[in-house]
């Protein structure tokens, strides 16, 4: 059985992403991983500012609180997704990284889970951000040893 690995945000791109890998996990008999990754300045400034509210209830929030959260977004789009009578089975791992680390995170998660196809969605950026951030499709179509679908937004 063949495996794909879609990086996925809640967007609507993802969405699109994520109903082309469907088409592909059908046609293949394949399951999916769906990777939801967060950077660490979005988990840092949401710590910040749920830790400033003071609220009695709330003592911290934790990594597992920021997974949760993510994963939750990636089953609302998974449900928009397939449908119920889909044969497509799929995991959800949630990690975090910065923004130059996710490249290699998807590489790396693609490796541990079996994955011989990933998908992502490539984004238009200016020469200086690519410069700055490197650009994640350009590098994992030349690292990941498997097939690469860029769709893009």
């Given at each position: ?41 979005e988990f840092e400034e949401t710590q910040e500012v749920l830790d400033t509210i ?39 791992v949630p990690r975090i990284a910065s923004e130059k680390e996710r490249a290699e ?14 998908f992502i969605l490539g984004r238009k950026r200016s020469p200086t951000g690519k ?23």
């Open positions: 059985m063949d495996r794909g690995l879609v990086l996925i945000e809640n967007t609507d791109s993802h969405a699109d992403l994520l109903r082309e890998a469907r088409e592909h996990a059908l046609g293949a008999d394949a399951d999916l991983v769906l990777l939801v990754t967060l950077t660490e300045d003071g609220d009695v209830e709330h003592t911290s929030y934790t990594e597992q609180d920021a997974f949760k959260g993510a994963m939750n977004d990636a089953e609302e789009v998974a449900r928009e997704v397939f449908s119920t009578d889909d044969e497509v089975s799929y995991d959800i995170t998807v590489i790396e998660v693609a490796d541990e889970e079996g994955a011989d196809h990933v410069a700055l951030f490197g650009d994640l499709a350009q590098f994992v179509i030349l690292n990941f040893d498997g097939y690469v679908t860029l769709h893009t937004e």
